[in-house]
């Protein structure tokens, strides 16, 4: 895939970081209520999977990007799993 770059401002990024987070919160609610019905079913189930591994992703990618460092992010996470 090429890359392709995006200029973006302080006040931007963290639209995007929460705007990301949401969108990962919608994505759990749907593999909560993930029924398994057809084979179709497991289809949907890996492509919401590999959906949100990507947004998570890309929400790494946003908190590096506004200035956190890895430890911080390993610590917000472990934080917010408790």
Same mark, same amino acid.
């Given at each position: %895939?090429?890359?392709?770059?995006? =200029?973006? #401002?302080?006040? &931007?990024?963290?639209?995007?970081? %929460? +705007?990301? +987070? @949401?969108? @990962? !919160?919608?994505? =759990? ?12 079913? %497991? &289809?949907?189930?890996?492509?919401? @999977?590999? %959906?949100?591994? !990507?947004? #998570? &992703?890309?929400?790494? !990618?946003?908190?590096?990007?506004? #200035? +956190? ?11 917010? =799993?408790?």
């Amino acid at each position: %895939m090429a890359k392709k770059n995006l =200029e973006i #401002g302080s006040t &931007d990024t963290e639209i995007l970081t %929460m +705007a990301t +987070a @949401m969108f @990962m !919160r919608f994505i =759990e609610e749907n593999l909560e209520n993930h029924k398994n019905h057809k084979d179709y079913s %497991m &289809d949907k189930l890996f492509a919401l @999977m590999e %959906m949100y591994a !990507r947004t #998570g &992703d890309l929400w790494v !990618r946003l908190q590096k990007l506004a #200035g +956190a460092t890895q430890e911080e992010i390993a610590q917000y996470l472990q934080e917010v =799993e408790e």
